[in-house]
């Protein structure tokens, strides 16, 4: 654990934010009526008329006097008669809802979304106690249908025209716009949103406002922003108050992904299959000792089952387990005691209830596989009295003990057409051997694809290989090296401190097969816009995401790709109003490469974190 020094104290920001951005005290409950029966007020709500005190000027229009306050985190403003130009639900066409349309009310949105009450706290509140400003809450509301959770914000209409949006600490999931505009429908239509935290201005137009639609927390999440006319007939904005937080900036290194796991082969319909496995095909899967399979053309044969063979109880896209005689060695070293077969051509080294049934062949649903499998997988159905049935037997051959599972002229799906072919699993060496007896030319049904090939299980796509011409192939293990990533938790709140924990992600090992995880952090007072590259250290690729080694911060070595440290945020050391900047590092032996090449230095960097430094 580390406290800054009192060295790292030069920079504040100009101006300290005091006081917490949105506060959710004070003020009366107003009554909503339903705008929208039966549909309940709490849900779509809309007050009369509320005298604001003062006529509120806006550029180009009378200044209101009065504001219709609706349960969607919208205030319309009037002059004493009721808003025109409403909207129901929310904004359901956008840019056009905030202009307001022919003869439309002006508007100010706050977190404009499609909004309910539904917690005992609920409430919406005017409060009207200091002179000159008019302010509206909304309180503990939540998207329409969500079950929460709930968020709290507000506006301040000031009687020189400023208008003050205010905002808790919202959702994730929260959504909507923010803003501002003069209605009468104001615009073109193409406009598009601004990022109020960071400034912006509308120029002549009296509309400006935020697009906060995504999925992410939204950037005015416990903040506020004022909203200032611009003197040219439109609105600017700026930040007035944040509370503590930590923002991620710029990126770590390295992201790289290599598929190698998987291997198929999609034939489209039944007369490419036909075209392509002639009767006494056989592919073969033989155990490479790399985590991975040697690929190849087979020399088995189809194996007729006995008529002591198994008949599995398969029906249309149907699976069973099947219990050999002794576990089936699977690649990566684990025994399978039990495998699932499936009706539609295919063996999955997981019993039933983990895999699904799948129907014709489907390459998402091979790579997405959540366990591996292998398959000749089409769409079948053994149900039906004349179609064959899938069967199993075990024989020893040449002293090893082998595994068959037997399509035998099953037909395929909504026909009476049938194929013939065999899996064959070696429980003493792992080895896999796909036969094909009989395929058929066509079908009178629809195309009915067949997929071939190895599901390793949530695996990368590697493309698709020619199993004609582009076997022997190696399978070994996706290589998924993510960047390394720094994040900071809980926000830096000086009341009077707050122990901030630096996490970090995706560290590599020092060596390969050491187990151990080196890293260390650095806080600084500047960060560089952009990022420096420090391809001349030998890092290509990785960036310095901090201007300055201010003060180093122990990281203690890690058995794990995830280690931690610990800073104190102390009024002592850092004043309310700092911005503090973090990036880590991981070192690696460069004598063993990175999957993604080169890297000579043997240095890892992470993404940059911000922190801004307040007393709420």
């Given at each position: 654990?580390?406290?800054?020094?009192?060295?790292?104290?030069?920079?504040?920001?100009?101006?300290?934010?005091?006081g917490?951005?949105f506060?959710p005290?004070g003020?009366?409950?107003?009554?909503?009526?339903?705008a929208?029966?039966?549909?309940a007020?709490?849900?779509?709500?809309?007050s009369?008329?509320?005298?604001?005190?003062?006529?509120?000027?806006?550029?180009?229009i009378?200044a209101?006097?009065?504001?219709?306050?609706?349960?969607?985190?919208?205030?319309?403003l009037?002059?004493g008669?009721?808003a025109?130009?409403?909207?129901?639900?929310g904004?359901q066409?956008?840019?056009?809802?905030?202009?307001?349309g022919?003869?439309?009310?002006?508007?100010?949105?706050?977190l404009w979304s499609?909004?309910?009450?539904?917690?005992?706290t609920w409430?919406i509140?005017?409060?009207?106690?200091?002179?000159?400003?008019?302010?509206?809450?909304?309180?503990?509301?939540?998207n329409?249908?969500s079950g929460?959770p709930t968020?709290?914000?507000?506006?301040?209409?000031?009687?020189?025209?400023?208008?003050?949006?205010?905002?808790?600490?919202?959702?994730?999931?929260?959504?909507?716009?923010?803003?501002?505009?003069?209605?009468?429908?104001?615009?073109?239509?193409?406009?598009?949103?601004?990022?109020l935290?960071?400034?912006?201005?509308?120029?002549?137009?009296?509309?400006?406002?935020?697009?906060?639609?995504?999925?992410s927390r939204p950037?005015?999440?416990?903040?506020?922003?004022r909203?200032?006319?611009?003197?040219l007939?439109?609105?600017?904005?700026?930040?007035?108050?944040?509370?503590?937080?930590?923002?991620?900036?710029?990126?770590?290194?390295?992201?790289?992904q290599?598929?190698?796991e998987?291997?198929?082969?999609?034939?489209?319909?039944?007369?490419?299959s036909?075209?392509?496995?002639?009767?006494?095909?056989?592919?073969?899967?033989?155990?490479?000792?790399n985590?991975?399979?040697?690929?190849?053309?087979?020399?088995a044969?189809?194996v007729?089952p006995?008529?002591?063979?198994?008949?599995?109880t398969?029906?249309?896209?149907?699976?069973v387990?099947?219990?050999?005689?002794?576990p089936?060695?699977?690649?990566d070293?684990?025994?399978?005691?039990?495998?699932?077969?499936?009706s539609?051509?295919f063996?999955?080294?997981?019993?039933?209830?983990?895999?699904s049934?799948?129907?014709?062949?489907s390459?998402?649903?091979?790579?997405?596989?959540?366990a591996?499998?292998?398959?000749?997988?089409?769409?079948?159905?053994?149900?039906?009295?004349a179609?064959?049935?899938v069967?199993?037997?075990?024989?020893v051959v040449?002293?090893?003990?082998?595994?068959?599972?037997?399509?035998d002229?099953?037909?395929?799906?909504?026909?009476?057409v049938?194929?013939?072919?065999?899996?064959?699993?070696?429980?003493?060496?792992?080895?896999?051997?796909i036969?094909?007896?009989?395929l058929?030319?066509?079908?009178?049904?629809?195309?009915?694809?067949?997929l071939?090939?190895?599901?390793?299980?949530?695996?990368f796509?590697?493309?698709?290989?020619?199993l004609?011409?582009?076997?022997?192939?190696?399978?070994?293990?996706?290589?998924?090296?993510?960047?390394?990533?720094l994040?900071?938790?809980?926000?830096?709140?000086?009341?009077?401190?707050?122990?901030v924990?630096?996490?970090?992600?995706?560290?590599?090992?020092a060596?390969p097969g050491?187990?151990i995880?080196?890293?260390?952090?650095f806080?600084?007072?500047?960060?560089v816009p952009?990022?420096?590259d420090?391809?001349?250290?030998?890092?290509p690729?990785?960036?310095?995401?901090?201007?300055?080694?201010?003060?180093p911060v122990v990281?203690?070595?890690?058995?794990t790709?995830?280690a931690?440290?610990?800073?104190?945020?102390?009024?002592?050391?850092?004043?309310?109003?700092?911005?503090?900047?973090?990036?880590?590092v991981?070192l690696f032996?460069?004598?063993?490469?990175?999957?993604?090449?080169?890297?000579?230095?043997?240095?890892?960097?992470s993404?940059?974190v911000?922190?801004f430094?307040?007393?709420?």
């Open positions: 654990m580390r406290i800054l020094s009192p060295l790292l104290l030069l920079p504040t920001l100009a101006t300290a934010l005091y917490q951005c506060t005290a003020g009366t409950a107003i009554a909503l009526t339903s929208s029966p039966p549909i007020a709490n849900d779509e709500g809309r009369a008329p509320i005298p604001l005190g003062f006529a509120f000027p806006m550029p180009g009378t209101p006097t009065h504001a219709v306050i609706e349960s969607n985190g919208a205030i319309y009037t002059n008669g009721p025109v130009g409403t909207v129901l639900f904004p066409n956008g840019v056009d809802d905030l202009r307001g022919p003869g439309g009310s002006p508007r100010i949105v706050v499609d909004l309910e009450g539904i917690a005992a409430a509140r005017t409060d009207t106690t200091v002179p000159g400003q008019f302010t509206v809450r909304w309180i503990d509301v939540e329409v249908g929460g968020v709290s914000f507000g506006a301040t209409l000031f009687s020189n025209g400023d208008i003050e949006l205010a905002y808790g600490n919202l959702a994730e999931d929260s959504f909507g716009y923010a803003g501002v505009s003069v209605g009468n429908d104001v615009g073109t239509g193409l406009e598009v949103g601004d990022d935290v960071a400034g912006a201005s509308s120029g002549p137009l009296g509309l400006l406002f935020g697009d906060y639609l995504g999925l950037q005015i999440s416990g903040k506020s922003v909203l200032q006319q611009n003197g007939g439109g609105y600017s904005s700026s930040l007035t108050c944040r509370n503590a937080e930590h923002e991620n900036y710029g990126f770590g290194c390295y992201e790289y290599e598929a190698n998987a291997l198929y082969q999609l034939f489209p319909n039944v007369a490419a036909f075209a392509a496995i002639p009767s006494g095909t056989s592919i073969q899967f033989t155990i490479a000792g985590g991975g399979y040697q690929v190849a053309n087979g020399t044969v189809f007729p006995p008529a002591t063979a198994t008949v599995l398969l029906t249309d896209d149907s699976q387990n099947v219990t050999p005689s002794q089936f060695p699977y690649t070293g684990t025994l399978v005691p039990t495998i699932a077969v499936c539609n051509g063996i999955s080294m997981a019993p039933t209830g983990v895999n049934n799948g129907t014709g062949g390459v998402t649903s091979l790579l997405n596989a959540p591996p499998s292998f398959r000749s997988q089409r769409d079948y159905n053994p149900a039906p009295a179609s064959g049935k069967k199993r037997h075990e024989a040449g002293g090893q003990p082998i595994l068959y599972v037997t399509w002229n099953v037909f395929i799906y909504n026909t009476t049938s194929e013939r072919f065999q899996f064959q699993l070696n429980l003493a060496t792992g080895e896999v051997a036969v094909w007896d009989t058929v030319p066509t079908v009178t049904s629809t195309s009915r694809p067949l071939v090939g190895l599901a390793a299980g949530n695996s796509n590697p493309g698709p290989t020619v004609a011409t582009q076997l022997p192939q190696l399978t070994f293990p996706d290589v998924d090296q993510r960047p390394l990533q994040d900071a938790d809980p926000a830096p709140v000086i009341n009077p401190s707050t122990a924990t630096y996490t970090l992600t995706n560290l590599p090992e060596a050491t187990g995880h080196l890293a260390a952090l806080l600084s007072v500047g960060s952009g990022g420096l420090l391809g001349f250290l030998g890092a690729g990785c960036s310095a995401w901090i201007a300055s080694l201010d003060l990281v203690p070595p890690s058995l790709n995830t931690t440290s610990t800073v104190v945020f102390s009024a002592a050391q850092i004043p309310a109003g700092s911005v503090i900047y973090a990036q880590a991981a032996n460069p004598a063993f490469p990175l999957p993604n090449g080169q890297n000579a230095f043997g240095l890892l960097t993404n940059g911000r922190s430094v307040e007393p709420f």
